[in-house]
């Protein structure tokens, strides 16, 4: 593998460390964003899902690529696969960011972008986060900040939540050696907290007392709608804690260790690094 890794969603939360570890392996990325800025020091290029045109430049001697579904979409097939589609005809590896629990059902949307993927003829690694430990800071510091809790519809579900730091190291393993192609791996951080107990440990980490208020999902949609996020997309919020709420995101795997070679970041851990910014 010589030739240039793609990194798309590059100015994003698991893209920006991700071509931060690359660029640390001494490999050359090209950091896609639609506005096509350097990223990190790395050569930028000018990318859009709904712009076709846009992918013969950014896969231009491109030989892997990380690809992951647009923020706020609903619809992940109708976005990743003609990208997938452009890769496997370029015979680009493709390490697919999906989401945890994608293989329970292959009517699951994720599930079937996994399965083109896998029936492309190219190289692949499926990577399944669970819950974004950066979520905290990223989505619920809002209801943090205006009522001193995070405000989800969780109920006490649990989840193995994961440093997206983790997720970038695992992701720039699986780019870097053939050793874990065609197998999907299931990204979960050490431990299944619910979100009463990361609100502890988020407490203890910044001197700041955060409390846990479950929501129903009318009251979370609701609530998003207002802030201005898209309905739909409310709506898919709120759906996708349904899982949490039936224990289904509690599993913890040692597949970042298995990736790695080093155990994942706990809330804790992440909570620390980001005290001050949780205090802000």
């Known amino acids: ?48 899902y709904d712009r076709p045109e846009t992918f013969g430049a ?29 890769a496997a005809a370029r015979k680009v590896k493709v390490v697919f960011q999906s989401v945890f629990g994608a293989d329970a059902d292959d009517a699951i949307p994720y599930r079937q972008v996994e399965i083109a ?27 943090i900040d205006h009522n001193g809790a995070i405000s989800v519809p969780a109920a006490e579900g649990k989840s193995s939540f994961i440093d997206a730091r983790d997720i970038a190291e695992s992701a720039a393993a699986a780019l870097t050696t053939d050793r874990f192609d065609n197998r999907a791996f299931n990204l979960t951080g050490p431990e299944a907290l619910s979100y009463g107990e990361a609100a502890a440990v988020l407490s203890q980490a910044t001197g700041r007392k955060i409390g846990y208020a479950p929501l129903d999902d009318d009251t979370f949609v609701a609530i998003l709608s207002g802030a201005g996020v898209d309905s739909d997309y ?47």
Do not use: C
Not at 12 to 22: E, F, N, Y
Not at 121 to 132: E, S
Not at 261 to 267: A, D, E, F, L, Q
């Open 117 to 143: 993927l896998e029936k492309s003829g190219t190289p692949y690694v499926i990577l399944r986060p669970n819950w974004f430990t950066d979520n905290f800071l990223a989505f619920w510091k809002p209801g």
């Open 58 to 86: 950014a896969f231009e001697g491109v030989d892997r690529a990380y690809v992951l579904v647009p923020g706020s979409t609903v619809h992940p097939k109708e976005f990743v696969l003609p990208v997938i589609e452009a």
């Open 234 to 280: 409310a709506r898919f919020l709120a759906t996708i804690f349904y899982p949490v709420r039936e224990g289904w995101t509690a599993a913890v795997t040692s597949d970042v260790e298995t990736l790695t070679g080093k155990k994942p970041r706990t809330v804790a851990d992440w909570a620390k690094d980001n005290a001050t910014a949780l205090r802000a």
């Open 1 to 48: 593998m010589t030739g240039k890794i793609l990194v798309l969603g590059a100015t994003g939360t698991v893209g920006r460390p991700l071509v931060k570890a690359l660029l640390a392996k001494g490999e050359k990325v090209r950091a896609a964003s639609r506005t096509g800025q350097s990223v990190e020091g790395a050569e930028g290029v000018a990318f859009a």
